[in-house]
């Protein structure tokens, strides 16, 4: 059974970091690639960050120099940090894994920005 579970939400301040963490099981979890994806109330789900089965990365616009996504294949985990978090940030962020026409998510977790 595939799961991803995220963890590592919070209310934090603006200017301030977290690190969220999804523990993967269930699957070829070295060869997908994973993702970090966030949803605001109101509005569409959107691409934060993603990371190939090789290490190649890639981020949102609005997230360049500020959030890292990186995997640890061993402990079958994927991870974004991020520093300097805006309000905008705030949304529910959910972890994915894609392969070819394998598309898994897992139920997400609440970021809140605010003073």
């Known amino acids: 059974q595939v799961q991803l579970v995220e963890s590592g939400g919070g209310l934090v301040q603006p200017g301030e970091s977290l690190r969220l963490s999804c523990a993967a099981s269930?699957?070829?979890?070295?060869?997908?690639?994973m993702g970090w994806y966030r949803q605001a109330p109101g509005k569409q789900r959107e691409l934060v960050a993603t990371?190939?089965?090789?290490?190649?990365?890639n981020y949102a616009d609005s997230v360049k120099g500020r959030f890292t996504i990186s995997r640890d294949n061993a402990r079958t985990t994927v991870y974004l940090k991020m520093n300097n978090l805006k309000p905008e940030d705030t949304a529910v962020y959910y972890c994915?894994?894609?392969?070819?026409?394998?598309?898994?998510w897992g139920q997400g977790t609440q970021v809140t920005v605010s003073s």
């Open positions: 994915n894994a894609r392969l070819w026409n394998s598309d898994y």
């Open positions: 269930g699957f070829t979890f070295s060869i997908y690639t």
């Open positions: 990371i190939t089965n090789g290490g190649n990365a």
